[in-house]
């Protein structure tokens, strides 16, 4: 059942407005304030959709996610609300639970904030387990969440009603080992209209070339494989052009001889191009790789263990660089700057003998000579060096000539030198 009634104006956004227009949503709506009924432990997400909170039940004490969403007045309402209501029904147990959600009004700016309580996965996303452990998936771990995901599949096609974006990151585990899958109906319609993106232009490469989810779980298998889906080199755009095209092919596993021919055979009957050869959900659950006995939820929690062993491992080595003394380098003196060399003194110029007399009987005080006064050098007068002034080269003496020889006087006995 899908709510009814008159349309809401997009331009008279408010929450009574809402209830008038569908009525119906009160079986949703648990109220106006989740902190009436949830109680915040911590963030655990956040994005360009909102915030997700892990919450925990006053009444009941049971673990929740919160997730937060904002609505403005130029978002498809309409589709939001029927995605909404339409979750209610799709329970299953390989599909989050959707507790109940709750309408808040905020009036500066005019704003409606919608609140999603939904069932609380601490095990993680498959997405975020690989990446952490850097290690593929057994094959006997991807048949079993293959199985487990092609059920909610199987579900929610009997509801005529598609998740439209099947990926690892969408595939939660809960600590007990449970498959479960997330982000679906009104988180994907959420994601479309308050994302303010479409979920194939965030995830092209699971995408097949019609909407179907039986070919994203062909992808998912191989992406669990081999840690990225095919055309993860490519940007998302020419990747959608490649899926698109004529000439793309049936994608399969690089390294064919380390996976069984069961595990080949499915993805071929996932991955098939024509969408009229392809197996549905139903049929895909009947096939003998995921149909092989001693699949169960061990395998996922061993997966586990080994994500948390990785964790361990990382939180230590981070805890034992933290605790481990500096290195010091061994300290080197510093360099000695060069002393400052100071202009020598300028040597004071010698008075004759007439003016430093006359300095010294003067009755005037005795001043320094002009060698001695010191430059102004105030920052708001700047008087230029006063420079010594050089002399400038002086000729060369003319060359010495004998000179003539004085007449001999009569009182001397030493002839003069150089006479004859």
Not at 48 to 61: A, E, F, I, P, R
Not at 202 to 223: F, H, K, N, Q, R
Request: hydrophobic share 35%.
């Amino acid at each position: 059942m899908q709510p009814s009634g008159p349309a809401v104006k997009q331009n008279n956004l408010s929450r009574s407005s809402i209830f008038r227009a569908h009525p119906e949503l009160f079986s949703v709506i648990k109220g106006y304030d989740p902190w009436e009924f949830y109680r915040n432990i911590k963030e655990v997400g956040s994005g360009t959709y909102g915030h997700v909170y892990k919450v925990q039940n006053l009444s009941t004490d049971g673990i929740a996610a919160l997730k937060c969403v904002k609505i403005e007045p130029k978002d498809d309402l309409k589709n939001i609300l029927a995605e909404l209501y339409a979750l209610k029904d799709c329970q299953h147990a390989n599909i989050v639970q959707f507790y109940g959600a709750f309408l808040t009004e905020i009036r500066a700016p005019r704003q409606l904030c919608l609140w999603m309580a939904m069932e609380y996965c601490g095990g993680k996303s498959l997405q975020d387990i690989y990446n952490v452990t850097q290690t593929a998936l057994k094959e006997s771990v991807i048949a079993f969440v293959c199985r487990e995901s092609l059920r909610a599949l199987a579900h929610m096609h009997s509801l005529h009603r598609l998740h439209r974006d099947i990926k690892g990151a969408n595939i939660l585990l809960t600590m007990e080992g449970a498959v479960k899958l997330a982000d679906f109906g009104i988180a994907a319609q959420i994601t479309a209209t308050l994302g303010k993106r479409m979920s194939f232009i965030g995830t092209p490469y699971w995408m097949a070339p019609e909407l179907c989810d039986v070919w994203s779980v062909g992808i998912t298998a191989i992406e669990l494989a081999e840690l990225e889906p095919p055309l993860f080199s490519l940007p998302p755009m020419k990747a959608l052009q490649a899926i698109a095209s004529r000439g793309y092919r049936q994608p399969t596993l690089r390294r064919r001889a380390a996976w069984t021919e069961s595990f080949h055979s499915f993805l071929c009957a996932a991955l098939r191009l024509n969408p009229r050869h392809r197996s549905s959900a139903a049929q895909l659950l009947q096939h003998q790789f995921i149909a092989a006995p001693g699949l169960g939820e061990h395998l996922t929690v061993a997966l586990l263990r080994e994500f948390q062993d990785v964790c361990s491992q990382r939180r230590a080595n981070v805890q034992h660089l933290l605790q481990m003394p500096a290195r010091q380098s061994p300290r080197q003196p510093h360099p000695q700057p060069p002393p400052l060399r100071t202009p020598p003194p300028q040597q004071q110029q010698q008075l004759p003998s007439n003016q430093a007399t006359s300095s010294i009987t003067d009755n005037s005080p005795a001043q320094a000579p002009k060698s001695q006064e010191k430059p102004n050098f105030s920052p708001s007068v700047h008087q230029p060096l006063r420079r010594k002034p050089v002399a400038p080269p002086s000729r060369p003496p003319p060359p010495r000539t004998s000179p003539a020889a004085p007449p001999a006087s009569p009182h001397s006995s030493v002839p003069w030198m150089g006479a004859g």
